[in-house]
């Protein structure tokens, strides 16, 4: 049984002020004890956030990760950096990395090495624009995505990764993926771990759906059998919806 794991992307929202607020309405709640519960803010509130949720049952995680741990590199935040404050997970290769920062499946992979080497979880994204989509290569962009950023992973590695299918379409869109259509790619995602990790690490990996994820769609696509958990982007910046996401209904 894959444990569902939900995470919240504040991506480039929220200053210290604002982050702790709704950190503090987030951790007045109980939450389910059978499932995962990630917040990732900007860099520059991880620090504050950190200390609120400390000894709650939500973990801290990055928006991203350089793969060197000192040196000559301005501007970017190291390994050992994210873990001296107490990060545990990291996204890696998000659509909007991928798209204004040019991110490649290449340094996506020392990313993720990075990540695990320091014993923090990548949460490695992979998805398709809507072109590929309706030109029907969605498959092989993300077999592409997924064998580049995984590259000489380690079986024994593969138990500390998540997955998160982000089909860009529906990213921001209000447009989300039917919860067929994320259970399908995300099955074929599966498939894909089995053939580079082996079938029984591959039904261990969990792998999250994100794009358009609100309280009104989480329980549906919790209930297919291949979308274990949502990397939630808008949604989370309310502590109500992303509550109300975190509480869906068990319903597999
Ligand atoms: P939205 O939930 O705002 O569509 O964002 C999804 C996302 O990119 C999470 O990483």
Redesign the pocket.
């Known amino acids: 049984m894959r444990k569902p794991i939900l995470a919240g992307?504040w991506?480039m929202n929220n200053n210290i002020e604002e982050s702790i607020e709704l950190v503090k309405k987030l951790t007045r709640q109980e939450y389910p004890v059978d499932r995962d519960i990630v917040i990732c803010p900007p860099f520059t509130a991880l620090y504050a956030v950190g200390e609120l949720i400390e000894d709650t049952r939500i973990k801290l995680g990055a928006q991203n990760i350089f793969f060197e741990n000192k040196g000559a590199f301005t501007g970017e935040i190291s390994p050992l950096m994210l873990k001296d404050l107490g990060v545990e997970y990291v996204?890696v290769g998000?659509?909007?990395r991928r798209q204004f920062f040019n991110e490649t499946d290449e340094t996506i992979n020392l990313k993720v090495k990075a990540a695990q080497g320091h014993d923090m979880i990548p949460i490695l994204?992979v998805g398709e624009s809507l072109a590929q989509r309706e030109g029907q290569i969605a498959e092989n962009i993300v077999k592409q995505q997924l064998l580049g950023g995984l590259k000489d992973i380690s079986d024994a590695m593969a138990s500390k990764l998540v997955l998160?299918y982000?089909p860009i379409w529906?990213?921001?869109?209000g447009r989300t993926a039917t919860s067929q259509q994320a259970n399908e790619m995300i099955a074929y995602i599966r498939s894909i771990l089995s053939q580079i990790f082996g079938e029984d690490k591959a039904q261990e990996i969990r792998i999250q759906y994100?794009?358009?994820?609100k309280p009104e769609n989480i329980t549906d696509l919790m209930k297919q059998p291949d979308i274990d958990g949502a990397?939630?982007?808008?949604?989370s910046l309310q502590a109500e919806d992303f509550q109300k996401i975190i509480n869906y209904q068990e319903n597999k």
Do not use: D
């Open positions: 992307n991506k996204i998000h659509s909007e994204c998160a982000e529906a990213i921001g869109t994100g794009g358009s994820v990397l939630v982007g808008g949604a």
